[in-house]
């Protein structure tokens, strides 16, 4: 049974070599996240390397998710690395404070962080851990009583409860690290704590101006940005339900309402989802997961996420193959459980606004209601392979292109497994023939199965699909 749903591993110390980047591939990674908040471009570039020469190895299409680091709202590095604060404790952060923290007070990364809270605002550091009631603001420093104390290390990140820190989501840093992302052709580019559309506006001006053609993801890690999800993911490719931050943010009772709405919205505007932030948690240290995290994971995928992702277990783990096996064993069970016809019945009844979108739709609904063994879509852009992983009919979409581009891309569309495809046909008619040669040859069909099959008459041309077909394999008088 092919997998539906896909994997997402983030690249670390862990998954460095190449032997183990194979190992994590051929146990099921389909897309890799590089994690720009460390390394240098030259870094970037030779990761990107790195996971191109594993994919190869291996024989398979990996895609490439440049994750953008954000503002660093943080503070910065103490004396002795760390500090023990208890409850009643009055604690300074410090805007104005160049030099290293003490037991009475930090420096901050971010800079505007007085202007931003005021007497009675709640702080949130360490992921929620240690919570801070602001007593007073006296010009950089905020002074506050500790209410949740415990241990409070180095550069450890800040979240207001309720949100209202004003950093911009794009900051320099991140406007040279679009121009590396551009440069190493990756075919997503994740934008840390947006707030508005605008935020990923900006972000794909900045990316077309340098030359880049990467899929926008909206991380959806703030406060702000739930009140404004539509506008996020009308001008997003894709968005990631990063639940970390957002769970110190709005509460962690908040999260999973706000995960299934989130993934609802996306799929209903055409956009992909990844779920993310702890869900192989204990497999850090441990070589199998909790029963907690298995449901986790599982229910993700009911929800209907085209991913799920891993960042520390893959990136400094101890089993990061050992997680990704774990990961792909529990999607594949979860994926029987779930209905398709209920989502081509819902995807049926949303108004088609072009031809290729109608092509595909006849597709699924073909389907769903004959005896197919898989759809494939012969395609340049990947855009009618996008509309049928919104709604799966239960059967896999090959998704046949001779554009390297697009194969890496559909690396994250639920459903949709790419294959390099390069036909020579000049006509429709022996580009099906050839589709159904190559599935052949590979193993995914044999002859008397029925497949339908999506192209376009202008053979070799991005956006002209227009013609669905059903055949059997190996009865050629069909095509």
Same mark, same amino acid.
């Given at each position: 049974?092919?997998?539906?749903?896909?994997?997402?591993?983030?690249?670390?110390?862990?998954?460095?070599?190449?032997?183990?980047?194979?190992?994590?591939?051929?146990?099921?990674?389909?897309?890799?996240?590089?994690?720009?908040?460390?390394?240098?471009?030259?870094?970037?570039?030779?990761?990107?390397?790195?996971?191109?020469?594993?994919?190869?190895?291996?024989?398979?299409?990996?895609?490439?998710l440049a994750d953008?680091?954000g503002p660093k709202?943080?503070?910065?590095?103490?004396?002795?690395?760390?500090?023990?604060?208890?409850?009643?404790?009055?604690?300074?952060?410090?805007?104005?404070?160049?030099?290293?923290?003490?037991?009475?007070?930090?420096?901050?990364?971010?800079?505007?962080?007085?202007?931003?809270?005021?007497?009675?605002?709640?702080?949130?550091?360490?992921?929620?851990?240690?919570?801070?009631?602001?007593?007073?603001?006296?010009?950089?420093?905020?002074?506050?009583?500790?209410?949740?104390?415990?241990?409070?290390?180095?550069?450890?990140?800040?979240?207001?409860?309720?949100?209202?820190?004003?950093?911009?989501?794009?900051?320099?840093?991140?406007?040279?690290?679009?121009?590396?992302?551009?440069?190493?052709?990756?075919?997503?580019?994740?934008?840390?704590?947006?707030?508005?559309?605008?935020?990923?506006?900006?972000?794909?001006?900045?990316?077309?101006?340098?030359?880049?053609?990467?899929?926008?993801?909206?991380?959806?890690?703030? +406060?702000? %940005?739930?009140?404004? /999800?539509?506008?996020?993911?009308? =001008?997003? #490719?894709? $968005?990631? !339900?990063? @639940?970390?931050?957002?769970?110190?943010?709005?509460?962690?009772?908040?999260?999973?309402?706000?995960?299934?709405?989130?993934?609802?919205?996306?799929?209903?505007?055409?956009?992909?989802?990844?779920?993310?932030?702890?869900?192989?948690?204990?497999?850090?240290?441990?070589?199998?997961?909790?029963?907690?995290?298995?449901?986790?994971?599982?229910?993700?995928?009911?929800?209907?996420?085209?991913?799920?992702?891993?960042?520390?277990?893959?990136?400094?783990?101890?089993?990061?193959?050992?997680?990704?096996? +774990?990961? %792909?064993?529990?999607? /594949?069970?979860?994926?029987?459980? =779930?209905? #398709?016809? $209920?989502? !081509?019945? @819902?995807?049926?009844?949303?108004?088609?606004?072009?031809?290729?979108?109608?092509?595909?739709?006849?597709?699924?609904?073909?389907?769903?209601?004959?005896?197919?063994?898989?759809?494939?879509?012969?395609?340049?852009?990947?855009?009618?392979?996008?509309?049928?992983?919104?709604?799966?009919?239960?059967?896999?979409?090959?998704?046949?292109?001779?554009?390297?581009?697009?194969?890496?891309?559909?690396?994250?569309?639920?459903?949709?497994?790419?294959?390099?495809?390069?036909?020579?046909?000049?006509?429709?008619?022996?580009?099906?023939?050839?589709?159904?040669?190559?599935l052949r040859k590979?193993?995914?069909?044999?002859?008397?199965?029925?497949?339908?099959?999506?192209?376009?008459?202008?053979?070799?041309?991005?956006?002209?699909?227009?013609?669905?077909?059903?055949?059997?394999?190996?009865?050629?008088?069909?095509?």
């Amino acid at each position: 049974m092919l997998r539906k749903t896909k994997i997402v591993a983030t690249l670390g110390p862990a998954s460095s070599d190449q032997k183990v980047l194979e190992n994590m591939i051929r146990a099921g990674v389909d897309l890799v996240r590089m994690n720009f908040s460390h390394g240098t471009a030259e870094d970037h570039m030779k990761r990107a390397e790195l996971v191109r020469a594993a994919a190869t190895a291996v024989g398979r299409t990996v895609g490439i998710l440049a994750d953008l680091q954000g503002p660093k709202i943080r503070v910065r590095k103490f004396e002795n690395d760390k500090i023990i604060l208890n409850r009643g404790d009055t604690f300074i952060l410090d805007a104005g404070l160049d030099g290293l923290g003490n037991q009475e007070r930090v420096g901050l990364d971010y800079k505007d962080l007085p202007k931003d809270v005021s007497k009675g605002s709640v702080l949130l550091l360490n992921d929620g851990l240690l919570e801070f009631h602001v007593t007073a603001v006296n010009d950089l420093e905020v002074v506050c009583k500790v209410v949740r104390g415990g241990v409070l290390s180095n550069n450890k990140g800040i979240n207001r409860k309720g949100g209202g820190l004003t950093a911009p989501a794009l900051t320099d840093k991140d406007k040279e690290d679009i121009k590396t992302a551009a440069l190493i052709k990756a075919d997503y580019l994740a934008v840390s704590f947006p707030r508005s559309g605008d935020d990923m506006r900006l972000a794909r001006l900045l990316m077309q101006a340098a030359g880049g053609n990467s899929m926008l993801m909206a991380k959806i890690e703030r +406060a702000e %940005a739930i009140p404004a /999800l539509a506008d996020i993911i009308d =001008a997003s #490719d894709a $968005i990631m !339900v990063a @639940r970390g931050d957002l769970a110190v943010e709005v509460g962690d009772a908040a999260v999973p309402g706000l995960q299934k709405r989130m993934i609802k919205m996306a799929r209903a505007k055409n956009r992909l989802v990844i779920t993310a932030t702890q869900m192989m948690e204990s497999m850090i240290t441990n070589p199998i997961p909790t029963r907690a995290e298995v449901s986790d994971v599982a229910n993700a995928v009911l929800d209907g996420t085209d991913a799920v992702m891993l960042s520390a277990e893959t990136a400094v783990g101890d089993y990061p193959v050992e997680t990704i096996e +774990a990961m %792909a064993r529990i999607c /594949l069970k979860a994926e029987r459980e =779930a209905d #398709d016809s $209920i989502e !081509v019945k @819902r995807a049926s009844s949303s108004k088609l606004t072009r031809v290729d979108q109608a092509v595909a739709m006849s597709a699924l609904y073909a389907a769903s209601h004959y005896k197919i063994k898989a759809i494939v879509a012969l395609t340049q852009s990947g855009s009618s392979a996008l509309w049928m992983s919104r709604a799966n009919a239960g059967v896999p979409i090959f998704a046949l292109t001779p554009v390297q581009e697009t194969l890496t891309k559909v690396t994250l569309f639920s459903g949709v497994h790419p294959i390099d495809f390069h036909s020579g046909a000049k006509e429709q008619s022996e580009e099906l023939r050839n589709a159904e040669e190559t599935l052949r040859k590979l193993g995914l069909v044999e002859e008397g199965d029925m497949l339908v099959m999506t192209a376009g008459e202008a053979v070799g041309k991005s956006g002209h699909t227009n013609t669905m077909k059903i055949i059997c394999v190996g009865d050629y008088d069909e095509i």
